[in-house]
């Protein structure tokens, strides 16, 4: 049974930070792409990060210089660290793996974790 576990939100002042996580199970997670999604409130789905099977990593512009996404393979785990938190990036985060094979495309969704920032 494939399960992603976020875990790491909370409430955080403006200029704060946290480290989300995200633990996986039920697939070969090395071999798939791991990203971090968000929904802000009243807004649609925004990729925030992704970090490819080879670790190469790609952030939203939103959060460029601010957010570092990284892997554990031999965890089975990705983390988001957040840094310099702004008001905006308050958001249900949800951990994301896709995988593009011959015999289909695989992707599995956690169920997400809140971050505020507020003051």
């Known amino acids: 049974q494939v399960q992603l576990v976020e875990s790491g939100g909370g409430l955080v002042q403006p200029g704060g930070s946290l480290r989300l996580s995200c633990a996986a199970s039920g697939f070969t997670f090395s071999t798939y792409w791991m990203n971090w999604v968000s929904r802000a409130p009243g807004k649609g789905l925004e990729l925030v990060a992704t970090?490819?099977?080879?670790?190469?990593?790609n952030y939203a512009d939103s959060v460029k210089g601010r957010f570092t996404i990284s892997r554990d393979n031999a965890k089975n785990t990705v983390y988001l660290q957040m840094n310099s938190l702004k008001p905006e990036d308050t958001a249900v985060y949800y951990c994301?793996?896709?995988?593009?094979?011959?015999?289909?495309?695989?992707?599995?969704w956690g169920q997400g974790t809140q971050v505020t920032v507020s003051s």
């Open positions: 970090i490819t099977s080879d670790s190469t990593t």
């Open positions: 994301y793996a896709a995988s593009i094979q011959w015999s289909g495309v695989y992707d599995y």
